[in-house]
């Protein structure tokens, strides 16, 4: 079963939480045991598993990625978002999850987070459960 | 088929080889073809596959990690870790593995690393077995 | 299935467009919906996906990781080549993607590349094709 969330980021930098839409869509297809694979069709965009409790931790993150590739640096790719490219580049757009009982296996602390490195924009998320 | 690892490291910051175990569970599973997708429910460690011949590889990425995040830089969060938040995204803390013929398909030189960030800890390592 | 690619790269640092070949691997399997779990058995190089439309992208995200980890740095690891291992780890090696009518589900300007971080080297790229 796929699945694609249409979600409209407000900030040209934005972490978003989706653990509880991707628990929905896991609850949904019904799969009891498998896998849910999670993607991000974006280029500027990505996805990374962290801390949902605090949200300094996703701060924290995100400033730490402007001092490595700062927006305004000399790239040589003519949009000025090259800093984006590579934050997505580092994280990944496509993650995949155990999903067990019906649910997706996380720990304590952990949360899905879209990463919008260019917004504002509309943008979108796959999600593929399979499994029985 | 789900199996679960427990590991207690030992420093804050460790690079432990889980191959072995890795290729055990898939072999206790009786699973020949399929996949074998490692999950670390944590936000302060992560996965990794490289080289485990040399151990000085795994020394110079942590070193690596120091300098591009340091423990003591002046972040936001304040449980003191958050350099360990962002090294866990930057891996990731999810790792999907063919399984081919009984085994992890790995390269010559690959082993599959847990990396401890934030220790010494409890950890917790799971290992979803699927295929037939 | 399990389909394995040779690839000569030609120079030290290179990023080579896999997109075209990995929708040849799904097409050839006779897979319509399932997942393409793509591994590189290498330990210094890596799989990413990115922009795949204009090459200077490309070019920025060797630039910054020419940056955060230069190749002649002070590193322990005897071969030269610990800058390779580090920026390997960073992208990472497996790639899972989604199948969907039978192509691989990538957004407008999504390209799947292979890095080279340590040529030039004979490499390979192994794709499992899984599913319905």
């Given at each position: 079963m796929l699945i694609t969330l249409d979600i409209l980021t407000q900030r040209r930098s934005q972490m978003i939480d989706l653990t509880e839409k991707i628990r929905q869509a896991i609850r949904q297809s019904g799969i009891f045991t498998g896998q849910a694979l999670v993607h991000v069709p974006h280029t500027t965009a990505a996805l990374t598993i962290n801390e949902?409790?605090?949200?300094d931790v996703m701060h924290d993150l995100q400033e730490f990625f402007t001092r490595i590739a700062p927006p305004g640096d000399t790239y040589r790719h003519r949009e000025g978002n090259s800093d984006a490219h590579i934050k997505s580049s580092l994280l990944g757009v496509t993650l995949p999850l155990i999903i067990t009982g019906g649910e997706p296996l996380l720990g304590t602390w952990q949360g899905v987070f879209f990463c919008e490195?260019?917004?504002?924009r509309q943008r979108q998320v796959h999600i593929q459960v399979s499994g029985s």
């Amino acid at each position: 079963m796929l699945i694609t969330l249409d979600i409209l980021t407000q900030r040209r930098s934005q972490m978003i939480d989706l653990t509880e839409k991707i628990r929905q869509a896991i609850r949904q297809s019904g799969i009891f045991t498998g896998q849910a694979l999670v993607h991000v069709p974006h280029t500027t965009a990505a996805l990374t598993i962290n801390e949902n409790a605090d949200p300094d931790v996703m701060h924290d993150l995100q400033e730490f990625f402007t001092r490595i590739a700062p927006p305004g640096d000399t790239y040589r790719h003519r949009e000025g978002n090259s800093d984006a490219h590579i934050k997505s580049s580092l994280l990944g757009v496509t993650l995949p999850l155990i999903i067990t009982g019906g649910e997706p296996l996380l720990g304590t602390w952990q949360g899905v987070f879209f990463c919008e490195f260019d917004g504002p924009r509309q943008r979108q998320v796959h999600i593929q459960v399979s499994g029985s």
